[in-house]
DNA sequence: GTCTATAATTTGATAGAC
DNA sequence: GTCTATCAAATTATAGAC
């Protein structure tokens, strides 16, 4: 089920996923990727026909790279530790890139976006939330576990836009925190 | 201080604002623009010299717009109500526009963006986080108000993410009840 | 305030040689 | 896989008439 792609491919990912973090689908352009990776616009057609192509592919490889980093929900490794796994993924994420999550980005236009993008999007979220409500589903109940779920990870997002906005990473850091500490009273009561 | 404008460019802001927040600042157009409102785009510039004047005019009035709403965060209400209408503004713009709010749009594309637009953006959420840090301020230490506060303004934002990308507006009305839930055990601790 | 006309640039995409 | 060459369309923006 994971495609793989050729190295000059997967670079010209690495330049588009980046530029398509901070300014969107349309910031990237065929040009600006070629020359960024030292070919001509026709070459990388050659690797993605059209331009949905390519963005699906980018979100597809980020959705495996990121499951590949949290692991299996469903494993022994306490609900608090798999939490604090998620929260470094999104750290990772915004100090090496310095912009938001680029499911974030993209889920924001995704009214905008070429569906195939789009539903890959909307899979990327899918895949979050699920992880996360299988991290606390050994403490809680199933229905509640997965409302707490989807709020941790839109929290995350926003956490992120905040932080990029403001160009000040503590909002991340501190939204972190506080869902901690949300998370615990929740297992306790 | 509040800028005024002619019907002609309210007409104009209107359209863009709308279509910003589905696409970004890049997907409007002044030819889109023009034509939605029945002139040639020539007239659009007539109003809004540069793009950037116009990114920067919709995202102050959207400021404004907000703030009438608002109010004081220091009158008499009780926190919890005040935290209620803050809900009530992000639900309305969800369900009105079905797209993020302008700021999650702008602020995420924020390291591409004209330097006068992400300034005004950087604003609204200094806005944002004040207003709900006044709102707490009564009933929490000064500190613990203004890290929750952030917190709640970066919950909302992406809830709204999630809620366009999974087409699917539960997930903000789930995060403010989560939200509410926790905001109510940090008043009582 | 709005128009016509136009300049200068950038964009996604294709045909066909090597 | 990469190139040259090219196309059709769209973009921001300006000059100048009405």
Redesign the interface.
């Known amino acids: 089920m994971k495609k793989t792609y050729s190295a000059k491919a997967n670079e010209i990912m690495d330049v588009a996923e980046a530029h398509m973090r ?3 689908f ?2 990237v352009s065929f040009r600006d990727l070629a020359s960024a990776v030292g070919v001509k616009s026709a070459s990388v057609h050659y690797h993605f026909p059209q331009k949905p192509d390519l963005g699906q592919a980018i979100v597809s490889r980020y959705r495996s790279r990121i499951a590949e980093t949290l692991g299996d929900a469903a494993d022994s490794r306490a609900s608090i530790a798999k939490l604090k796994l998620l929260f470094s993924v999104y750290s990772t994420a915004l100090n090496s890139g ?3 999550c680029l ?10 976006l070429p569906t195939d993008v ?1 539903a890959e ?2 899979l990327f ?2 895949d979050m939330t699920d992880w996360t409500r299988g991290a606390l589903q050994a403490d809680l109940p199933k229905a509640r576990a997965a ?2 779920a ?2 941790i ?10 932080s ?4 000040d990473n503590s ?1 991340l850091t ?2 972190q ?2 869902l901690l ?2 998370v615990k ?1 929740e297992l306790e009561s």
């Open positions: 901070k300014g969107g349309d910031a310095d912009s938001v499911c974030c980005m993209l889920g924001a236009e995704s009214r905008y789009a999007v909307s979220f899918g409302a707490l989807a709020h990870i839109s929290a995350l997002q926003g956490a992120m836009v905040l990029v906005a403001l160009d909002h501190n939204t925190k506080m500490r949300f009273s």
